[in-house]
C-alpha cells in the first residue's frame, strides 16, 4: 500500500475496527504502548488495522532536525516519552497522532512536509471517527497537529501571535488542563528524537507562564490589549 493508499483507507470491517479500538485503548493505557504497534508492524498487521500509522514508516525527515529520519520511528520515539510524562491515553494518543500529516506529503517534496500541521487534520478526524474514539482524544490529536510547530517556536513568536496561540491551546482560556495535555505532548515530540531524550524543552516553562499571568487578567474591553502586554513582558524577561 502506498503513503498516499494508507491515508485515504477507510475500509475496515465495522466489526475488525471496533476490536481494534478497544485494544489500542488497552495498549494506550498501558506500560508500553510502543511495543504494542510495534509488534503489530513486525507482524504485518500495523497498516490493515492503523493504515495512517504504518504508513510513516518509510517517510524521510530532515536529519538536522531528525537524526533517526524516518517518520515512524520517530512516531513511536514519541509515543515513549510521552508515556514518562503522563499516563493519559488521550494525551498519549495525540502524540501518537501528531505528525501523521507527513505520510501526505508528496515524495517529490521530501525530506521537507511544509504544511504537514494541516494536512495531518482530515487524517487524525476520520481516523478517530473509523475507531469510534472519544471526541476528546480526537480534539487533543487534532490540536497536537495543528500547533505542535508553533509551541516549539514559542519564544520566537510574536506577543500578539503567542497571545492567540494560548487561547487556540486553552479552548480560549477556558480549559488550562487541555493547554497543559498539548503542552507535554510538545515536549515529548521535542524528546522523541534520536540523541535528544533529554533535552530540556523551555517553551513548556515559557507558555505556562505567560498563561497564568494572562489568564489572571479580568474581563474589561481592554483584556486582549493587557494580556498581550503581560505577554510582551514575559518574552523580554525570557530572552538570554
Known sequence: MSHHDAVNHNNLGTPEAATFASALRAALAGPAPWDFLQALRDAGRLGQLLPEVDALWGV?????????????????????QACALSADPAL??????????????????????????????????????????????????????????????AANLRPATLHDLLAALSDKWRQPQRLESLLLVCEADARGRLGHEQRPYPQGGLLRRCYRAAAAVPASPRQRELRIAIIRAALKEAQP
Request: aromatic content about 4%; overall charge negative.
Open 60 to 80: 524521510p525527515q530532515p536529519e538536522a532536525h531528525h537524526p533517526e529520519i524516518d517518520t515512524g520511528r520517530h512516531c513511536l520515539m514519541v509515543l515513549r
Open 92 to 153: 498519549r494518543f495525540a502524540a501518537l497522532v501528531h505528525d501523521l500529516g507527513k505520510a501526505a506529503t508528496p515524495p517529490a517534496e521530501w525530506p521537507r512536509h511544509v504544511g504537514h500541521e494541516q494536512s495531518g487534520l482530515p487524517i487524525i478526524a476520520a481516523l478517530s471517527t473509523r475507531l469510534g474514539l472519544p471526541e476528546d482524544w480526537a480534539d487533543l490529536g487534532m490540536a497536537a497537529c495543528r500547533w505542535h510547530l508553533m509551541v516549539h517556536q
